[in-house]
């Protein structure tokens, strides 16, 4: 039975140098024939396969924030009618870009109607970088969005970092995160960049004018990220997530426990059902989709018993304290090591993994090899 809902809205006001989500430019775009069939997929998808169990709701992109106040406030009744997000137990996130079209009013709006958790995709408090990777806020949005949040009433607020940016120096990714723990928000999210094929950064490292740094600096980045966080009393729980006691993000953990979920919207993904379903990606075919069958799936896949389980490892590493042995147990009434023993004994040699009593996890090398890891389970 899924118990997250994920929602994507894929348009935006400016598209960012590096990123490789579903999205589009907002000016032009059909959004209201969007949000209709959105509403309807989410309708006919509970109708369908129904959860009593939802604990978290998820509304990314894109920039759900991009569209206007009547598209956003139309949004946002779609969810109410469907999910009920109003309860105190349930996580309700919202995504949202400082400065472009985030105002107060806006923000006043997510509030009252039930989200409890902004999450703000900052990158860089340096302006020549947030400009170099084609950011549209600055450092001032930033403070400005955060400081509106919280004047509001949010008391869960989640800022996006990335590290390993081009030209970026260890003591620039010291200086944001400085000036980030001077926000004193509840989570971080911290990523180094990934070059993703169809990126600006894409074509400009095919033609060899994107000057990232060395990996060794990225792992140096990352360690002291790590450290920073720690020092600053924000456990990290997953290998890019850090958060202050009892402030783990219930989404997040829904996917890191290989638990089903809803994905509604153009190009998400479900998991409902022990099957794995893809919606359309271009929004006219996604649209199309809905009106045809209620649903924007054009993939679906039966995930077989091994695929669940080597699922549960490469997803469950991710988590700081790995896979519990007695989920894996109760999940699929077989031991670990009788499915995956080799594999554990081979990245034990390594030194990537640890095992106690009730887990398997990486160490700390293993987090900074984790690929190689993940891979071995596949």
């Known amino acids: 039975m899924a118990s997250g809902v994920y929602i994507h809205i894929p348009f935006c006001e400016h598209i960012c140098h590096y990123c490789d989500f579903n999205k589009v430019f907002l000016k032009g775009q059909p959004v ?45 009744e779609s969810i109410k009618r469907y999910i009920n997000p109003v309860n105190d137990k349930l996580e309700y996130t919202f995504e949202a870009n400082p400065g472009e079209t985030l105002t107060k009013e806006k923000i006043k709006l997510l509030y009252d109607a039930g989200v409890n958790r ?15 990777i084609g950011r549209a806020h600055r450092k001032e949005d930033i403070f400005k969005s955060v400081d509106w949040a919280k004047e509001i009433g949010f008391n869960n607020v989640n800022l996006d970092l990335m590290y390993s940016l081009p030209g970026q120096t260890i003591s620039q990714v010291e200086e944001t ?51 920073q966080m720690k020092k600053h009393g924000y456990n990290q729980y997953e290998i890019s997530n850090f958060a202050k006691p009892g402030m783990e993000s219930v989404h997040n ?36 989709e809905v009106a045809r069958h209620g649903q924007g799936a054009t993939e679906s896949h039966e995930v077989t018993q091994q695929e669940k389980m080597e699922e549960e490892m490469f997803l469950g590493l991710r988590k700081i304290k790995g896979v519990s042995k007695g989920a894996f147990f109760n999940k699929f009434n077989e031991d670990i090591h009788d499915r995956f023993h080799s594999q554990i004994i081979e990245q034990q040699r390594k030194g ?27």
Do not use: C
Not at 59 to 76: D, F, M, S, W, Y
Not at 126 to 132: A, C, E, P, R, S
């Open 253 to 288: 953990l829904t996917y890191w426990n290989n638990e089903e979920y809803y994905g509604f919207g153009a190009g998400a993904h479900s998991y409902i059902d022990g099957k794995r379903i893809t919606n359309a990606g271009p929004l006219n075919k996604y649209i199309t």
């Open 118 to 132: 902004i999450s703000f995709g900052v990158q860089s408090f340096d302006n020549k970088i947030l400009q170099q």
């Open 352 to 378: 990537l993994l640890e095992e106690d009593e009730h887990y398997i996890r990486l160490t700390h090398r293993g987090m900074l090899l984790g690929n190689e890891v993940f891979q071995a389970f596949i």
């Open 32 to 76: 209201n024939e969007y949000l209709n069939s959105l509403e309807k997929e989410i309708q006919q998808t509970l109708e369908r396969y129904p959860s009593n169990d939802i604990r978290s709701i998820f509304v990314g992109g894109g920039t759900p924030t991009a569209i206007n106040i009547k598209q956003l406030e139309r949004l946002l």
């Open 177 to 227: 995160l400085q000036e980030a723990f001077s926000l004193n928000v509840d989570h971080f999210s911290a990523y180094s960049l990934i070059v993703e094929p169809k990126t600006v950064f894409f074509n400009l490292q095919k033609k060899g004018k994107l000057h990232l740094p060395s990996q060794e600096e990225e792992v140096t980045m990352f360690e002291h990220v790590i450290q």
